[in-house]
Every structure is written in C-alpha cells, then in structure tokens.
C-alpha cells in the first residue's frame, strides 16, 4: 500500500468538498488504487496552518468549519500564523491548493505554489490565477524539481478537459477549442432565452448562490478569459496574457436579441475560443483568442447545453470534433478534479 500525506490550503467550498470527498472514498481509494491517504496540514486566511504528523480527522476538521470554530483548535496540533511558513516546515507528498482565484498577481496561490513545488512536493490547483497567470513558469519549476503540477480543476472543475486533452488525446494535433466555461453567464442566456430580461435573471442567479454579489468576473467575461489563458498554455504551450483574448461580456445583450437568435433556430452563448491561425505557406502561426457572445445554430453541440452545465468542443486532426459536457462548479464537483489529480501524481 502506498501511504501519501497530503496539505490542503484553504478551505472553503472546494478545500471542504475535497476533504468531504477524500473522507468518503478512503476505502475505494484503498482497493482500486492501493493508496492510504492522509490529510497531515490544513490552512485557511482566518486561523493560519495546522500539522498533525499522524494525520488530521476530516470529520473533526469539517466540524469545526461548520460551526465556525477556528481550526488551532484542533487538540495535538501544531500551527503556524502564516501558511507559507507552515508549508515550509513540514513533510508532505502533496500540496492541494484551492485559495481564492487573483487574477491580477496570482496571490497567495502562487506563492504556495513555488513555495511546494521548490520543496518537492506535487501541487494540485483549482485556483485559475497561478494557472492563468503563470501556467508556463510554474510547470518549469515542477519540472526543475521532478514533480507534477496538475490543474483538471481550474476549468469546468471535475469534469475531465485538460487531461482529456493532454493525456487522453495525446498525439493528436488539436486545431482549436471552443467552450461554455462559466456557468453562471451560461444560465443567465439560457434563462434569458425563455423571455427573460437579463437584470432579472441575474438576481435570481444571486439568490440561488449561482452568482457573485458582484458579478464583474462572471458576466464581464473575465473568468472565461482565465479559462482561455490556462488552455492556450496547456494544450497550445503558448502563454498569452490577458489582453491578448478579445473580451465581450453578456451584460449588452437584450431580450431582444435573444428572441431574434431564437425566432432563427439559433441560441446565444458565451463563446471562448482558441483557434491556430495558418500563415499563407500553410504554417501554424498566431493563436486566435476570444471570449464572445455568439450566435449558434441549433445543430451545433454546444447550443443545447443550458443552464449552469459547462461544455467544450475540441477540433483534432485524428478526432474531427470531440465535445465534453458536464459541470464546471461546486465543492464536490471540484473535489472531484482534484482527486483525480492526486490520484494521477501518485501514480507518477
Ligand atoms: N467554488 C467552485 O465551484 C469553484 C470551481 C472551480 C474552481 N474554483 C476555484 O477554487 C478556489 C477556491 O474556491 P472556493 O469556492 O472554495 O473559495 P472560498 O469558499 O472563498 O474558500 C477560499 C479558502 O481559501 C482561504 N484563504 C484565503 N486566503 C488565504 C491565504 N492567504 N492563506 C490560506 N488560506 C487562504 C479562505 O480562508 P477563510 O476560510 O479563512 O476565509 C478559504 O478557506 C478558487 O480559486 C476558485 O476560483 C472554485
């Protein structure tokens, strides 16, 4: 049996949905991969790091987050103010990261980041700003250290994109990709396309917790662009920076429009795009990069996925098109991506 001892930083929806997840599956995780694992570290902004050498009990951790209690107190732990500290002082297989997204310098993710894979731990990520920011740097540095980065979770959480893409489709020459990658805008167009107005609509999405109080990052295209940026370095190697996706968000779009797009056979989504561009001599050159409102026939894959469901469609030279659906949040779903990054580093 392989022990692997893991730390967790932050944790709140998916931090807990992950360690909800880890506590349910120990014993399929025991027989189908042979892995025992434990939870040895756990941080979060409020209470700093806590270590347990002999591991951490989720259900007393889940406990104590429940009713607000801080994590220090935990009975025979030992803690430090500064998580980067705490991850520096102890012994573990592998970083689970999952801290808020930063989209303008990364932070503190990218630090914990650094900070694990220069100590030679794994570092698995549902946190968009390092992989969107610094996808390139960060691999080198795993590289440099023998260890893996994995980041499934970043888009469309659990649902299996980028290991799809990168191991499940190895070989293959992917031509362009085309994505639902927020589920936030992708319910508010759907119910929209019911004869819905969109500030309506919206305050629904808030008060069912789809989302954000301030929505910028959703309905701006923002979060989207995170997506695209980490694809174009994970599937194209390219590493571009935010203003080079061109950005239009769903905020401008009528009840009008959308009646058009349908009374046409055609449903509006938000579209984010990464496609080769050809020079005259047939050679790959630049990498075309979108995030849009777009109008799509019905006949196309991506026009019926509603709701908050994500989707993706990947053009191949070996595959034609081959589409993925299925959720892109929650703390479960999450988790989900996460495990399955675990459990790909341990296989290592
Ligand atoms: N929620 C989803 O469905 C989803 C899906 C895909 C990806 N993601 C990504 O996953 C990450 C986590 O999302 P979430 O929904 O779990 O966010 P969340 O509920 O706000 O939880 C964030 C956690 O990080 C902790 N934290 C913040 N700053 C920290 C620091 N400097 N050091 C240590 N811990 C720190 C917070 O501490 P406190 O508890 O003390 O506040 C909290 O526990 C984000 O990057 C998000 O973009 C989320």
Same mark, same amino acid.
């Given at each position: 049996? +392989?022990h692997?001892?893991?730390?967790?930083?932050?944790f709140? =929806?998916v931090?807990?949905? /992950?360690?909800?997840?880890?506590?349910?599956?120990?014993?399929?995780?025991k027989?189908?991969?042979?892995l025992?694992?434990?939870?040895?570290?756990?941080?979060?902004s409020r209470h700093? /790091?806590?270590?347990?050498?002999?591991?951490l009990?989720?259900q007393t951790?889940?406990?104590?987050?429940?009713?607000?209690?801080?994590?220090? *107190?935990?009975?025979?732990?030992?803690?430090?103010?500064?998580?980067?500290?705490?991850?520096g002082?102890?012994?573990?297989? =592998?970083?689970?990261e999952?801290t808020?997204t930063?989209?303008?310098?990364?932070?503190?993710?990218?630090?914990?980041?650094?900070?694990?894979?220069?100590?030679g731990?794994?570092v698995?990520?549902?946190?968009?700003g390092?992989?969107?920011?610094?996808?390139?740097?960060l691999?080198?540095l795993?590289?440099?250290?023998n $260890?893996?980065l994995?980041m499934?979770?970043?888009?469309m959480?659990?649902?299996?994109?980028?290991? !799809?893409?990168?191991?499940?489709?190895?070989?293959a020459?992917?031509?362009?990709i085309?994505g639902?990658?927020n589920g936030t805008?992708?319910?508010?167009?759907?119910?929209?396309?019911?004869?819905?107005d969109y500030?309506?609509?919206?305050?629904?999405?808030?008060?069912?917790?789809?989302a954000?109080?301030?929505?910028t990052?959703? $309905?701006?295209?923002?979060?989207? =662009?995170?997506?695209t940026?980490?694809l174009s370095?994970?599937?194209?190697?390219?590493?571009? +920076?935010?203003?080079q996706?061109?950005?239009?968000?769903i905020?401008?779009? !009528?009840?009008?429009?959308?009646?058009r797009?349908?009374d046409?056979?055609?449903r509006?989504k938000l579209?984010a795009?990464l496609?080769?561009? *050809?020079?005259?001599?047939g050679?790959?050159?630049?990498l075309?990069?979108r =995030?849009?409102?777009?109008?799509?026939?019905?006949?196309?894959?991506?026009?019926?996925?509603?709701?908050v469901?994500n989707?993706?469609?990947?053009?191949?030279?070996?595959?034609?098109?081959? !589409?993925?659906i299925?959720?892109?949040?929650?703390?479960?779903?999450?988790?989900?991506?996460l495990?399955?990054d675990?459990i790909?580093? !341990?296989?290592a």
């Amino acid at each position: 049996m +392989k022990h692997i001892r893991l730390a967790l930083i932050g944790f709140g =929806v998916v931090g807990q949905g /992950f360690a909800r997840l880890l506590s349910a599956k120990r014993n399929l995780l025991k027989q189908l991969y042979d892995l025992d694992v434990s939870l040895v570290g756990v941080a979060n902004s409020r209470h700093g /790091f806590i270590y347990r050498e002999d591991g951490l009990d989720i259900q007393t951790l889940l406990e104590l987050a429940e009713t607000g209690r801080p994590l220090t *107190s935990y009975p025979g732990i030992t803690s430090w103010e500064n998580p980067l500290e705490g991850l520096g002082a102890i012994y573990a297989d =592998v970083l689970v990261e999952a801290t808020p997204t930063n989209l303008r310098d990364a932070e503190p993710g990218i630090s914990h980041i650094r900070k694990a894979l220069g100590q030679g731990m794994h570092v698995v990520t549902a946190n968009k700003g390092p992989a969107a920011l610094a996808a390139t740097e960060l691999l080198a540095l795993a590289r440099q250290h023998n $260890v893996q980065l994995r980041m499934e979770a970043t888009v469309m959480a659990g649902t299996p994109v980028i290991s !799809t893409i990168r191991e499940g489709m190895s070989g293959a020459q992917v031509r362009a990709i085309r994505g639902i990658l927020n589920g936030t805008t992708n319910y508010i167009l759907s119910a929209m396309a019911t004869g819905r107005d969109y500030a309506e609509v919206l305050a629904d999405a808030q008060a069912q917790g789809y989302a954000e109080t301030d929505p910028t990052a959703d $309905v701006e295209g923002y979060d989207a =662009v995170a997506k695209t940026l980490i694809l174009s370095a994970l599937v194209f190697g390219r590493s571009l +920076k935010p203003h080079q996706v061109a950005r239009q968000g769903i905020t401008n779009i !009528t009840r009008e429009q959308i009646q058009r797009a349908t009374d046409q056979g055609q449903r509006i989504k938000l579209i984010a795009s990464l496609r080769l561009l *050809s020079n005259n001599d047939g050679k790959e050159s630049a990498l075309d990069a979108r =995030v849009e409102p777009l109008a799509l026939p019905l006949s196309d894959p991506l026009a019926r996925v509603d709701g908050v469901m994500n989707a993706i469609s990947v053009q191949a030279d070996t595959l034609s098109e081959v !589409t993925i659906i299925g959720p892109g949040a929650g703390g479960i779903q999450t988790g989900q991506g996460l495990l399955a990054d675990v459990i790909a580093c !341990t296989k290592a």
